[in-house]
């Protein structure tokens, strides 16, 4: 339900479709999601372009706007079967595809002299350990690609170094059921399953400052 605009708020960002697939559930999951309340904090949804720079543009006019105690960006991630929790972005843009301008840059920086990568400050761990006890399928992934959603999480992070307290990262979800239609053989979530999972995690990184310490490595 919609809430008080003297509340903390939460950002929270997705994308339009791309590559010619149906749809992009990370849309659906923002627009269920926006002006509700979680632990608290008021929800504001942005959904970016899939353009190289001007995502970056659009994120940090959501910034400023919304000034943000905490921010989840969401992408598309087709293949995966899991919500994915990344850990790092890499200052790299390497499109195997166009976006959705025409551009595909090939061994490009996010942004030129900043560093090589940058880790989430969410606590990955402990809403892993969330939407696992939910019976949600999860992950945490080691990494986020090199197309638009990297370049948006690799901007974030760079864009909340100089915002003391504010925490960010990025989550990749599954296609919906109506896009693995179209892709034979490719997992699938339920589009309400991912967003009461969005919920959980969003719960989880509110009310964990300090991240846990399992294990959730991966050997390849």
Known sequence: MPTSRQS?????TGFGPFGGHPGNPSQDVIRALHDTQIAGHRVISVELPVVFGDA????????RRSQPALVICIGQAGGRAAISLE?????????????NAGAQPVDLPVIEGAPAAYFTSLPIKAMLQALREAGIPAEVSQTAGTFVRNHVFYGLMHALRR??????????????????????G???L??????????????????????????AGAEH
Not at 56 to 63: F, I, S, T, V
Not at 87 to 99: L, S, T, Y
Not at 169 to 180: K, L, N, Y
Not at 196 to 214: F, K, P, S, V
């Open 163 to 184: 915002r003391k307290g504010v925490r960010g990262g990025f989550v990749h979800i599954p296609f919906s059921p109506r896009q693995a239609e179209q892709q034979p």
């Open 87 to 99: 850990r790092i972005a890499i200052n790299v843009d390497d499109a195997r595809i166009a976006d």
């Open 190 to 215: 339920p589009v309400e399953t991912m967003i009461e999972g969005i919920r959980i995690a969003i719960e989880a990184a509110l009310q964990h400052h300090t991240d846990l310490a399992i294990q």
């Open 8 to 12: 903390p708020t939460l950002l929270l």
């Open 186 to 188: 490719q997992p699938s």
């Open 56 to 63: 970056l543009q659009a994120l940090r006019r959501a910034l």
